[in-house]
Nanobody
Framework: QVQLVESGGGSVQAGESLTLSCAIS?????????LAWFRQAPVKEREGVAA????????YYADSVKGRFFVSQDNAKATVSLQMNSLKAEDTAMYYC???????????????????WGQGTQVTVSS
């Protein structure tokens, strides 16, 4: 059974950093997966934040987080992390981890292409 479990959310002040983690289990081959982070703020649509293609370590970012957020994988621990620096109030949202078998390239932020989701972890940034 595929399972994604996020952790690391919390409340911080603007300008501070936070690291989210997603523990992955149940996949037969974690070497070829597109692992992505999405977020959803109140009354807003869910949006892609970052993604990583595990086979090559290729990373992808939304323009709004480029240079501030960094996605990485730890194959030994079967986790994917999202390092979030210089946080802003507009980063406040529920953050979700998602996974799929297909490559990330070209459609990493397409919500409908991901069939496995975590339950989410809340990030609140106060200005």
């Amino acid at each position: 059974q595929v399972q994604l479990v996020e952790s690391g959310g919390g409340s911080v002040q603007a300008g501070e950093s936070l690291t989210l983690s997603c523990a992955i289990s149940g996949f037969t081959d974690r070497q070829k997966m597109c692992l992505a982070w999405f977020r959803q703020a109140p009354v807003k649509e869910r949006e892609g934040v970052a993604a990583i293609w595990t086979a090559a370590g290729s990373t992808y970012y939304a323009d709004s987080v480029k240079g501030r957020f960094f996605v990485s994988q730890d194959n030994a621990k079967a986790t994917v992390s999202l390092q979030m620096n210089s946080l802003k109030a507009e980063d406040t949202a529920m953050y979700y981890c998602a996974a799929r078998r297909e490559v990330c390239f070209g459609s990493w932020s397409e919500i409908s292409d991901f069939h496995h989701w975590g339950q989410g972890t809340q990030v609140t940034v106060s200005s």
